[in-house]
Structure formats: C-alpha cells, structure tokens
C-alpha cells in the first residue's frame, strides 16, 4: 500500500545549527505514528518542513507517492495534509465561528463553508455551545479541541499535531487523547508529536528523535518496553 506520508533522510538546518539529520520513517493509512522528543529535539521542525513551512537542506517527503518538496503550505492543505501547529495558535479575538471558517478551502465538490462548521460542532458539542465567543476566551482544553476542529475542516487524510498536550492538565490531556483517538478510528491517520509518553497508548507506530537524528523507531509495544524510554520518559 502507498504510505499517506513518507519522509526520506531529512535533514534541515538554521544557518549553521543542524535541527534535523537524515530523518526516514512512513504513515500509512489509519495509523497513528507517534513521534516523541525532548525540548529542542526538532520535532516542530520536522512538521514545519512537512507542511512545507520550512524547506530542506536534503531528503525526500511524499504524499501517496507524490513528491510534497516545494509546494506552498495551502497546496499540501489541499493534499489532504493537515497541521495543527504548537501552541494552538488560536486568533484569540475572533469566535470559535470565525477561527473554523478561516481554515475552511473551496474545493470542487467538497462540503459548503456551513457543513465544514457543522460537521466539526457534531465531533466538538462544546465548540457548539460556544461558537459565537472569543477564542481567547476559551479554556485550555477548549482551545485544543477548535486547534484540532480547524485541523480537521478540510476532512485531511492524515492530521499533524503538535504537543497538543502542552499546558494542560492531566485530566484534560487525557480527553484531548481520547478525542484524538475517535478521530483516528474514524479513519484520519495521526502524526503526533509529543513529549507526554502516554501519547503511545494511542500509537500504532512511532520514532523518539534525540538532537535531531532518529534514536529509535518501531512499534508501540516495542518503544514502551525500550530502556531509553522508560528512563527518559516513563520515569522508570
Ligand atoms: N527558526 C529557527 N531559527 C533558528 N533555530 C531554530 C529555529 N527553529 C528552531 N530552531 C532550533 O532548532 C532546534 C530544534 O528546534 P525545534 O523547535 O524543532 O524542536 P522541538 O523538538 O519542537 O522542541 P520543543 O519541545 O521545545 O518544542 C533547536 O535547537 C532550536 O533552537
Ligand atoms: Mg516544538
């Protein structure tokens, strides 16, 4: 089967600072790939240049088979690549309304600016409830779940997320990972990007990235079960 996303030796850099080196790894439909890091690790990076925010110094990325390498942040959008960016990056001074529909893109034969909206309300009650108030006004939680509604307006094939739960409480990262895992059984492949290692309970997959070089890749099974994972994450 065609991987939704294939990444081949990577490398980017910031003048002479090297954020990420000869990374290789692939998302196949339905799957959750969970990618995790420590600060600096250059895991935004990593979805940055995916989303084609930020562009390579080598390597190879791909969408179904297609080569993503060059193409503006709405074209790969427009491929069914969707990036939930750090930090929620809501516009705090727009409604929960506003902020959907900004991320909302025509397409021929795609769903209407009022369905996108609706459809996301049905997956998000509260969003509903709170559709004409201010972003910035929201709760944390709250906040997460309208970054991950706009994430999800174009009906993506594979949804990008970065730490969605940074700042948050337990209880609400926990609702946060729940929601997410409706999302991937509802057939919307996952990258997510995380330092929370209970990230893996929803992994299919997933990689741990050290100073910017993959330190270790497989299974679920086979990252919760790793040393370096269990230290450098588990506590254990
Ligand atoms: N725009 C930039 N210009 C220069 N250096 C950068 C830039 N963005 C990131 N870096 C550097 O690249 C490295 C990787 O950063 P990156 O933000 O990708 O890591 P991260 O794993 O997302 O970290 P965090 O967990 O703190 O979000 C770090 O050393 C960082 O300081
Ligand atoms: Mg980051």
Known sequence: MTALLEVRGLSVSYGGLRALKDVSFSVAPGECFVLLGANGAGKTSLLRCIGGLVRPVAGAISG????????????????????????????PHLSVF????VSWLRR????????????????????????????????????????????????????????????????????????????????????????????????????VLANGSVALAGSRDNLRDSAFVRRAYLGL
Do not use: C, K, W
């Not at 297609?66 to 809501?90: F, M, N, T, Y």
């Not at 506003?98 to 529909?101: A, K, Q, W």
């Not at 994430?151 to 409480?169: F, I, K, Q, Y």
């Open 64 to 91: 179904n088979g297609l080569s993503l390498l060059g193409l503006r942040p709405s074209a790969i959008a427009h491929r069914g690549i969707a990036h939930v960016p750090e930090g929620r990056r809501v516009f």
């Open 98 to 101: 506003e902020n959907l529909s």
């Open 108 to 207: 021929p034969g795609g769903p209407t600016l009022p369905d996108a909206v609706e459809r996301i309300y049905g997956m998000f009650p509260r969003l509903a409830e709170r559709r004409h108030q201010l972003a910035g006004t929201l709760s944390g939680g709250e906040q997460q779940a309208l970054a991950i509604g706009r994430g999800l307006m174009n009906s993506p094939s594979l949804l990008m997320l970065d730490e969605p739960s940074l700042g948050l409480a337990p209880v609400i990262t926990r609702q946060v990972f729940s929601q997410l895992n409706s999302i991937r059984e509802s057939g919307i492949a996952l990258l997510l990007v995380e330092q929370n290692a209970s990230s893996l309970d929803l992994a299919t997959r997933g990689l």
